[in-house]
């Protein structure tokens, strides 16, 4: 069975030369209006809606839709709520609720969905959105937050924001200093502003002459940030922590938002995981002791990271249309999911599935 997804752009103008550019960095077509094949891959099933769009692109893969969505969005000073990787499903990510570096600003980046087609087990065909009624409402709500439980997902629209740049990256500590990165990380992060979203996560990195040498084949405390306002306010912030001790390597900068992904690293090649997640109702000082003994530097695991990401902000907010997104927290501090991806060939026979 061949899928396929069309992301369009609803811009006035494009410059041809423009286009030639998206057209070098997707693998399937770039049409405009009146080109042979436009309204085949514009039209949908449902005849009453066409959307307008100065072009549209035949995706073929994620990495056209990611691609075609960067090339719409940059030049108007807007991003999508892309995760710690852009380089994962948009449809998996966020109709799993989609827990990206900006989300105590923003929110769950399915509290931004607009519609979707999604083909249901019956196989009928329905366009859902905020404006549906009964079943389609129904819908609606599960899709955003309930996964591929509901149907096939063959169309999403969803909002941008308006985020050009960001200061952000990774500050990483040895192993010595775990225990004192990571208890001064729990006082730290409920006091941080909403335009700040942090994690922190205790990494055992591969020996890959990729890495930097700091780090390389290392255990390693990464403390990852992203705050939306000045450079001296991120720097600001980031005082306290840099107090505690020297970090061994220390990527913040400010970027683009493109550069997104170099806060997290996250591998970009896909790869063996078991991975799961939890909410915390509170980070107390014991539970960061115990994470220590089980995951810390000394402990004999194979996991590759155990990660704590902080809550709270919009994240913690309904959104204007309720969706099925859990893990809300009403109050602004921490509750924290942890997430954990195993080295390959070490979790045995706990890797017998990936939960997404
Ligand atoms: C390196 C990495 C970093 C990540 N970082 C984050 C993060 O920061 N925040 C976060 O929230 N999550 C994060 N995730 C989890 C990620 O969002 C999910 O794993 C997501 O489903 C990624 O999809 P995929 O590309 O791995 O697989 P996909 O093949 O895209 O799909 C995975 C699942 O998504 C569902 N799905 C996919 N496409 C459709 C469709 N068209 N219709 C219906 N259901 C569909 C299905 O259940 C499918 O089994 C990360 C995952 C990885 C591997």
């Known amino acids: 069975m061949t899928l396929s997804t069309s992301s369009t752009t609803s811009l006035d103008a494009l410059r041809a030369g423009d286009l030639a550019a998206l057209g070098a960095a997707v693998a399937g077509p770039v049409l405009q209006p009146g080109d042979p094949g436009f309204a085949e891959e514009i039209g949908g099933f449902n005849l009453a809606y066409t959307p307008a769009a100065a072009a549209v692109v035949g995706a073929t893969s994620t990495d056209d839709v990611a691609a075609a969505v960067r090339y719409a969005a940059a030049p108007h000073g807007l991003a999508p709520l892309s995760g710690s990787s852009s380089q994962v499903g948009v449809v998996g990510y966020t109709t799993g609720g989609g827990l990206g570096p900006m989300a105590r600003r923003y929110g769950f980046a399915a509290d931004h969905v ?52 960001f200061v952000g990256g990774a500050l990483m ?21 909403e335009d700040t979203t942090t994690s922190v996560a205790l990494l ?15 255990f390693v405390v990464a403390v990852r940030f992203t705050h939306l306002g000045s450079a001296e306010e991120g720097a600001a912030l980031l005082a306290p922590l840099r107090a505690v001790a020297g970090p061994v390597l220390d990527t913040s900068a400010d970027m ?15 790869m063996p995981m078991w991975d799961r997640g939890t909410a915390l109702s509170a980070l107390p000082a014991e539970a ?7 995951a810390g530097p000394q402990a004999d695991v194979p996991l590759a990271m155990v990660e704590i ?42 890797m017998s599935g990936r939960d997404q």
């Open 288 to 294: 960061v002791d115990a994470l220590l003994a089980v």
């Open 256 to 270: 683009p938002y493109p550069a997104i992904d170099a806060v997290h690293m996250d591998p970009v090649d896909p």
């Open 114 to 165: 607009r519609r979707f087609t999604i083909v249901t087990a019956d196989g009928m065909v329905r366009d859902v959105s905020e404006h549906g009624q009964g079943p389609d409402a129904d819908l609606f709500w599960a899709v955003r937050g309930g996964k591929g439980n509901f149907g096939i997902v063959t169309e999403m629209e969803f909002d941008l924001v308006p985020v050009t740049r």
């Open 173 to 193: 500590f040895g192993a010595d200093d775990a225990a004192a990165v990571l208890h001064a990380w729990r006082e730290w992060a409920p006091g941080l502003p």
């Open 309 to 350: 990401r902080l809550l709270g902000g919009a994240i913690a907010r309904r959104p204007e249309v309720p969706n099925a997104v859990a893990s809300r927290s009403p109050e602004p501090g921490i509750r924290s999911p942890g997430s954990a991806a195993c080295r390959p060939g070490r979790c045995g026979d706990r």
């Open 204 to 218: 055992r990195l591969p020996p890959d002459p990729a890495l930097p040498e700091p780090v390389r084949g290392r």
